[in-house]
């Protein structure tokens, strides 16, 4: 009889969330949630697939899993769920049941009947929300001021890099009431910051006839990403708001003003770019050109000019040349960006660009570009963190530093991790700090005074 189960996650934000939700999911059914492998009678293994690297780095932990020595029952969920050579697995022995993300409400059931069925496989995708009457209950998470809540799942771009819309399906919103209402029991139970999730959170829309009838924001015939973000900066005007991922061909005007109009927006967007060539946006199917962002950036910084951009790029993509990475660069520097993820392509099967395109830009050169968008970041990182010296910044403080027990570190509107020494604040305390340095990653700040 499985009774105590453990969940290891790989990848992104969404997938933290999906654990909160999974950890619901089996505790309401009288599984006991346990941190610890050994103590487990079932492990979950939460996956990712956006590039080889996660997947190989699974694969590795997925032998290791297997080489413990009192045998446990292993579960593969996530992002691979589809992927996976899952005969081999099966065959192998080597994993007891593979559920897609559309499919965890599944869970207890699958594994109350693995006495039965030694096997099972469900990596079904759907096109409706599957988790609309569920809200995580939160009982095990280690952060207790910031929490994530997901609004939509999937995604119906095809940039043909990206293995997302394989994996996860077609984009599905939640009811905007059942997310005010998990955003309001974050509140109830003292949490200061919630960060919306979506693959895309600016073409978010929901037009239920049901919800009209409500009423619930002015007789709008529906709701799309600026009402939702009113909804809940108006309704909680005590929680910090923050979102990602803006895909940069839906961000409009009126979310960049509601952001602006509401002091609990935090002022700060992740605007993926990808790549600063036109040639190779329009080889990825990214629906903007360079100039068409540039302008969207300077709306930003037009109505919000103390606002905080971030990116994704991708360096090697299919035929980049030396040409198409100068772009990049010269548009990083154009904008100086205040922060950045930055990947080497890796080709993945299924995608579009696999079938179509040759991933034909040598390793090495991918990973020297590479470096040199990094290096140029952590420049402009510099660059935008040394201009907040001297000002006083509102700190939402998360924790102690990692470097020095002596010291909070917490964030800023603008994302930026800010590090100060402790007086007698509190954890989830909002207060004003006098920024007196800093380094490429960090404001380091002076004693709270004047409480
Ligand atoms: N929805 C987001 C992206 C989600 S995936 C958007 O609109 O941009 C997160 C990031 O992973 C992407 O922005 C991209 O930079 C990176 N990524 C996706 N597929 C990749 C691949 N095949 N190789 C390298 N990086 C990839
Ligand atoms: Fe992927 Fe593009 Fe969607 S990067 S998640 S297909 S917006």
Known sequence: ??????????????????????????????????????????????????????????????????????????GLIGCMANRIDYKYYFK????????????????????????????????????????NDIIPNKLYSNNKVSSF????????????FCVVPFTRGRE????????????????????????????????????????????IINKKKSINFTNLLEMIAKSLPNIRIRFSTSNPQDMSIEVIKIIKKYNNICKSIHLPFQSGSNRILKLMKRKYTRLEYINLVEKIKNIIPDCSLSYDIITGFC??????????????????????????????????????????????????????????????????????????????????????????YGRNSQNSIIVFPKTNENIGELVNVKIINNTSATLIGDNVENK
């Open 1 to 74: 009889m499985i009774k105590y189960f453990y969940i290891e996650s790989y990848g992104c934000q969404m997938n933290i969330y999906d654990n909160e939700l999974i950890i619901t999911i089996l505790t309401n059914n009288n599984f006991i949630y346990v941190d610890n492998i050994y103590k487990a009678d079932l492990i979950l293994i939460n996956t990712c697939a956006i590039r080889e690297k996660a997947e190989t780095k699974i694969y590795n932990r997925l032998l290791f899993f297997n080489s413990i020595k009192k045998k446990k029952v292993l």
């Open 92 to 131: 192998k022995n080597m994993l007891n049941f593979i559920i897609g993300p559309d499919q965890y409400r599944q869970l207890p059931n699958i594994i109350k009947s693995l006495n039965d069925n030694r096997y099972s496989y469900n990596v079904i995708l759907s096109n409706d929300e599957n988790y």
């Open 149 to 160: 809540v997901t609004i939509s799942r999937g995604c119906d771009n095809m940039c043909t």
């Open 172 to 215: 599905k919103n939640k009811s905007p009431i059942r997310i005010l209402n998990e955003c309001k029991r974050l509140y109830d139970l003292g949490y200061k910051e919630v960060i919306l999730l979506g693959q895309n959170v600016n073409s978010y829309l929901w037009n239920k006839k049901s919800f009209i009838k409500k009423n």
């Open 319 to 408: 035929s980049e040349t030396n040409k198409d990475h100068k772009d990049t660069l010269n548009l990083m520097k154009y904008i100086k960006f205040d922060f950045g993820y930055m990947f080497c392509y890796s080709h993945r099967k299924g995608t579009y660009a696999y079938k179509i395109l040759k991933d034909n830009v040598p390793i090495k050169i991918k990973k020297y570009r590479l470096k040199e968008i990094i290096r140029l970041q952590r420049k402009h990182s510099y660059y935008r963190l040394k201009k907040n010296i001297n000002s006083i910044q509102e700190v939402l403080i998360e924790g102690i530093s990692k470097k020095n027990k002596n010291y909070w």
